[in-house]
């Protein structure tokens, strides 16, 4: 289907004659084979400038390029890219080019393609730390690579609840443990087991003093502080006097006989490289019951059918409570017992109040006599003889 046109020219003697040689390259395009086509002049004479002419024979569009070779070079050459694709070049014939070969190559793009091979292979973990260390309250993930094809899904579970490896999520203390990862791909699966380990900052739990406050003088009295946290804290206090004494793990602080310079505040502070926690006591020495307001409402005079309150306020280490005497048992105490009121006074609520502050330390007391006059109220100022008699408390004593 493809004819080579090969011209040979033997003419006249005196004239050169030109040989030309049709190298056929055949390439394989597609499916039909291609050949390109030279051409030269019928009649190339000396001296003069001469064209050579190579083409393929198609009229597809196909990615070539044919290039005209001799062991002379042409003056110029010319690409068209057709179709048919053509090159043509221009040669000033010489005498010495008598013989000279000529050759058209056609040199088609060289086409590829490429596959990949995939070799299915069961997963394996290839970065996946067997401890990890996180702390509370951050966000942090499984970070457990595995290899594999089909690549696989990483996902590892806490308990019975599933994280994908590298999903994020909060840090809590209860995530501390064994969990397990598991790499999952169409041809098997694996698993490894990851050792989680929380760190999360101090939290005193507990802060006791024995016994408890106040605490009189000489007595022993030990102070502990108890904080979870990881890494385990460590314990600073802050005493009123430098000379305290700690254990050696710093919890606790004993003090065999209380002095005046041990009564104050105590700070413990629990610390670790994620924070610290601090709690306040204070050791106090005991004071003995006192009544500093004894107080009758409304001011007496009182009249008949009046309500009234008596109000009886001490001041003491532990707080005192508080008991009454009076005259007739209907009255109301308040929840504290600090306040006792009589709805509707009569005859029979006239006589001695009594309020007795009283802790284990002392007992105060103080006494009012509450005189009620007879008559109603318009009359009041004219009857109204009120003994308000504030008795010390003669048998204030120490119980210790
Ligand atoms: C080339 O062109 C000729 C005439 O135009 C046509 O008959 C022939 O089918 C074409 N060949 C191809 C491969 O297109
Ligand atoms: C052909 O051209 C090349 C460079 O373009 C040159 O080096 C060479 O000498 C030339 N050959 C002839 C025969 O002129
Ligand atoms: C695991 O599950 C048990 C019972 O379902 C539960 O008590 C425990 O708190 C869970 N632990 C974590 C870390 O979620
Ligand atoms: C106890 O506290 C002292 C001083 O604050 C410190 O030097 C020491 O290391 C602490 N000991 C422990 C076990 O924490
Ligand atoms: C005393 O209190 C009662 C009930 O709170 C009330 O009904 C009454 O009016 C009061 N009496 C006086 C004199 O304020
Ligand atoms: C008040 O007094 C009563 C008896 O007088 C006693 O039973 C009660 O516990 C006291 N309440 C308080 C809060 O002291
Ligand atoms: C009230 O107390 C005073 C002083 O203790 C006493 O003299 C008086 O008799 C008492 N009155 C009554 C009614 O108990």
Not at 302 to 310: A, D, F, P, R
Request: charged share 20%; aromatic share 8%; with cysteine.
């Amino acid at each position: 289907m493809n004819s080579h046109r090969c011209t040979l020219i033997m003419d006249i003697p005196c004239l050169w004659i030109l040989t030309a040689f049709c190298i056929i390259s055949v390439y394989q395009v597609n499916t039909f084979l291609l050949a390109p086509v030279l051409q030269l002049e019928d009649k190339i004479i000396d001296d003069e400038s001469t064209e050579i002419t190579c083409t393929l024979p198609t009229n597809e569009t196909l990615d070539v390029k044919l290039k005209i070779f001799a062991r002379e070079n042409f003056s110029v050459c010319e690409n068209d890219k057709g179709p048919p694709p053509k090159t043509t070049c221009k040669l000033d014939a010489t005498r010495k080019m008598h013989g000279m070969e000529v050759t058209c190559e056609a040199h088609f793009v060289a086409k590829s393609k490429t596959e990949i091979i995939y070799v299915h292979t069961e997963p394996e973990f290839t970065d996946c730390p067997e401890k990890v260390t996180w702390v509370e309250g951050r966000e942090e993930s499984f970070k457990c690579k595995a290899e594999g094809y089909p690549p696989p899904e990483v996902n590892c579970y806490f308990n019975k609840s599933k994280v994908k490896e590298g999903e994020k999520f909060k840090v809590y203390r209860s995530m501390t443990g064994r969990h397990e990862c598991k790499a999952v791909n169409s041809v098997d699966m694996t698993s490894q087991k990851v050792t989680v380990t929380v760190e999360y900052k101090p939290k005193i739990l507990k802060m006791e003093v024995v016994p408890p406050a106040p605490v009189p003088k000489g007595e022993k009295v030990t102070l502990t502080c108890a904080a979870e946290g990881n890494p385990p804290p460590t314990y600073i206090w802050e005493t009123p006097s430098a000379a305290i004494q700690t254990s050696p793990d710093n919890r606790t602080i004993t003090i065999q006989g209380v002095e005046q310079g041990h009564y104050g505040t105590y700070d413990c502070r629990a610390q670790n490289k994620h924070g610290e926690d601090v709690q306040i006591m204070d050791i106090n020495q005991p004071v003995m019951p006192k009544i500093l307001k004894y107080e009758v409402v409304p001011l007496p005079p009182l009249s008949k059918g009046e309500n009234v309150t008596l109000i009886c306020d001490a001041k003491g280490l532990p707080y005192p409570t508080y008991t009454w005497e009076t005259p007739a048992p209907d009255v109301t105490f308040s929840p504290d017992n600090r306040t006792i009121s009589i709805q509707g006074i009569m005859q029979t609520h006239q006589g001695n109040y009594t309020c007795i502050a009283q802790n284990k330390y002392g007992i105060d007391t103080q006494r009012i006599f509450i005189t009620i006059s007879g008559t109603n109220r318009g009359e009041k100022t004219a009857f109204a003889t009120i003994l308000l008699m504030l008795i010390p408390a003669g048998f204030m004593h120490c119980v210790h």
